[in-house]
């Protein structure tokens, strides 16, 4: 009990130190974040007058994450199927044994 305590307040105590740190954390990377964004276009350019680096500059990312939720989500299947193979089997088991001795 005495140990469950003292993690409770650490992690309350972890937590309020994270509170009073993110608002300089969140406006340090305010202040970056404007730093590095570009001048804004007055007018209105096509696409295709972009340079290639400024075309679409999240597709890495976006294609990056899209493959791992797939990834994740095909693994979790994977799980799944060999999880209810093993209860397929347990089953199958468990009824054989009832068979065996003649309960039903």
Do not use: N
């Amino acid at each position: 009990m005495t140990t469950r305590l003292l993690m409770a307040t650490v992690l309350f105590c972890a937590i309020g130190a994270a509170g009073t740190i993110w608002p300089s954390i969140d406006r340090y990377t305010a202040t970056t974040v404007l730093a590095q964004q570009p001048a804004p276009v007055d007018e209105f350019v096509p696409i295709d007058q972009l340079p290639p680096q400024d075309q679409l500059p999240a597709a890495p990312l976006l294609v990056t994450a899209y493959a791992f939720v797939v990834l994740m989500l095909f693994a979790y299947v994977v799980s799944l199927a060999k999880r209810l193979g093993g209860v397929q089997r347990d089953l199958e088991r468990l009824q054989s044994e009832l068979k065996h001795t003649g309960r039903s």
